[in-house]
């Protein structure tokens, strides 16, 4: 398995990234991509994004595990009242004063009603400052129906798209049971990048049944002929419990080994590179700084809060007295999750304080996805009595990774190597084990699921 799916209802997880070697590629790998403005330590406690998490497909993809079910009644207004009121009550809890992005993931969130979208954002603008302009992603499935929103959902106050193009291989999007054919894909991305320019991403996946390294190049240079300024990478995973899980173990349907899997993602890089698009993330590619910056704002390690059936959020509950980090995780199922927000405000099921060590090892494992890798003044903010120089450069195990190139520990901070980062799998075990000497041991009580009133 690899590269890098950001799982959306759970950014806090990452997918494992093979060990293989690559060739080294020079260039503006390390060039720096602007991210959102420097805050300082007040008011990173009092922002926040928000992820927003529409739950419902028309059909279930044969390879995916997401939370998504398949609608069967017809509660738009009942779903839109209750993500109001959750977004309310969090917003409230956590006492952010303003929000630095928002998106709208699923699921098929643009299978939601373009005033629903509206709606949420009026109780986010009610509840806690927007500046202007701020990043506001809605993920599109590229149908029909999906690119005749697209003006109403930009409207509603949506200015960037993220299309799941997945392939541009017709035959291809059969075998994954997509419900768009690439000549869709093609027109959403255009009607997309004409309402918001320069702020349409596309995901594509690769390691596909059938798919060759010929195959991937033509289809990443078709791609590059049409797209805008963002493409997500995504090593197709092929998860238990899924339609393409079953097909792989019967022998019915083969998946691409992993060293062919490893030369995509390899020619992808150069092909990318080559078309001025610079990787700033282990899937993700930007030309023109057209980052995300919701995402940049899970890698950075700054507080998000999830709202929406199995979203999950990051932050302080400052309104009930809170001064700790807590994983919050709402409950799965839409109907469930309907009845105890509307009973008490929010359907928070799991709550798990992150103490020191925990909030170290989520900065380290997101912070090292990024090109950039972990600043000094990042870790500072997590780490303020015990620098990265004291945490990893005395390690005799983490002396032989940098002194083979595959980690870099210099006065600008930790990171990966270009090499390195396709080994991030296999390198963050050695630095985990550095935090687990450095740091406390975990609090007991930081992975008990606490029960909560209303
Ligand atoms: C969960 S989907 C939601 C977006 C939208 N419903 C769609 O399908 O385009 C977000 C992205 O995750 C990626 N994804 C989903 N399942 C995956 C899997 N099993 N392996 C790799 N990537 C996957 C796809 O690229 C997809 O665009
Ligand atoms: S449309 Fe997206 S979320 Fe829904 S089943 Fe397909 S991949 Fe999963």
Redesign the pocket.
Known sequence: MLFG?LC?TSPGLT?ALPAYNVRVLAGHFFSSIAGSVDLNEDALQRTASVYVHWPY?LRR?S????N?YISRSNNNDTMTECLQRETQTLLQLSQVSSVTSVFF?????SLAHPSTIEAVLNSVSKHAHIPQNVEVTL????TPLGRSKLKDFYHAGVNRF?????SLSDDDLVILE?DHSSHDALCTIEEASRLCPGRVSV???FGRPRQTIQSWDSELKEMLQVCDDHL?L??????RG?Q?FKQVQSGKVTVPGDDVTAEMYQRAREILHQHGFCQYEVSNFARHNAVSHHNLSYWKGRQYIGVGPGAHGRFVPLGEGGDCREARTQTLEPEVWMCEVQKKGHGTRRRIQLHQRELIEEVLVMGMRMTKGITHRHWQRFSPHVNLHRVFGTSLDVQGLLQSGKLILDERGLRCSYEGLTLLDSILPTLLLEIEQIYAPKQKDSFKVRKIGS
């Open positions: 799916m959306l997918r497909c993809c390879y995916c595990n997401f998504k993931g699923g699921g098929t969130p993920e599109v499935n590229p993220s299309v799941g193009v997945q997509r995901d594509l996946m997500s995504y090593q197709l995973t092929v998860e899924t393409l």
